[in-house]
């Protein structure tokens, strides 16, 4: 499948099971896996779409889904090992999709020895797609997305999270936090196309965030650990991963790694949509 192929693949899963329950799921349409992690009919449906087309077409490639990773936790370690594999995300912000956001993503990516080498993100409610491969660029739909020339004040650039607790502290000379998009397939691109300058996310999962790495990366961007070290979507991370434009996560971990801790925070719910 070529890159075309692929995104109209997620077009047509978005097509078939998530636009035509957004705005309208019923109440037996929308599940919690747990406290305040929603999953929805349209998640699964779309997952299922996707991933028997891919399967079809990659036989030999492991197809991490988010949602099929629930009931099968043998598949992200069979995906840590794969020389060839994809990711997918169905649903990526699906509080956002619940809530009638017109921020949520359906998103794939593609690795090779746990590399990725081709990203796709498609955003139906915006009618947006970005995609990336490796060494050819990003795109936001047909145009190919620039390297940001960034302001070399530190206080000047705009940092986004979801995490409550990091808004409310200080972590001078940068200016504090502001709310995120709630949606990994909106923050990225938003950060691409120079919304924000960085992100702060606590929890990392390959179908999260292997996307919008790639696409970060074709425009000069970055993405790494708390340790410092650069993010792999093949490589278990437990907490914590800092993503923006240019060598920006590097400059601004020193002044974030004291909070970057996760104590006091375990149960600490992200933001939610005031809509």
């Given at each position: 499948?070529d890159n075309h192929d692929v995104l109209d ?83 990526d912000g699906t509080a956002n999709f619940v ?153 601004v971990l020193p002044y974030l790694s004291n ?17």
């Open positions: 499948m693949l997620m077009k047509h899963a978005a097509d078939t099971a998530i636009l035509p329950r957004w705005r309208s799921l019923a109440d037996n349409e929308v599940q919690e896996k747990k406290p305040g992690d929603l999953v929805t009919v349209a998640d699964t449906e779309a997952e299922a779409i996707i991933t028997a087309e891919l399967r079809s077409a990659f036989p030999e490639a492991v197809v991490l889904g988010e949602e099929a990773s629930a009931t099968d936790p043998d598949l992200i370690e069979r995906f840590y090992r794969a020389e060839h594999s994809f990711t997918v995300d169905p649903v809530n009638g956001s017109q921020d949520f993503a359906v998103m794939v990516a593609e690795l090779r020895q746990g590399d990725p080498v081709r990203s796709w993100i498609w955003q139906p409610g915006h009618g947006v797609a970005f995609t990336a491969e490796k060494g050819a660029g990003a795109y936001r739909n047909s145009t190919r997305l620039k390297t940001r020339e960034i302001d070399e004040d530190v206080s000047a650039w705009r940092g986004v999270t979801s995490r409550k607790s990091l808004k409310k502290e200080k972590h001078e000379p940068l200016s504090r936090l502001h709310s995120a998009w709630w949606c990994c397939g909106v923050d990225y691109p938003n950060v691409a196309m120079g919304r924000a300058d960085f992100l702060v996310y606590k929890h990392v999962m390959p179908w999260d965030h292997a996307p919008g790495s790639l696409i970060l990366a074709e425009v000069g961007g970055q993405a790494i650990r708390k340790d410092g070290k650069d993010y792999s979507p093949a490589e278990p991370v437990r907490k914590w991963l800092i993503a923006g434009s240019s060598d920006i996560p590097r400059k909070s970057l801790t996760g104590k006091g925070t375990n149960n600490e719910p992200e933001d939610l949509l005031s809509l």
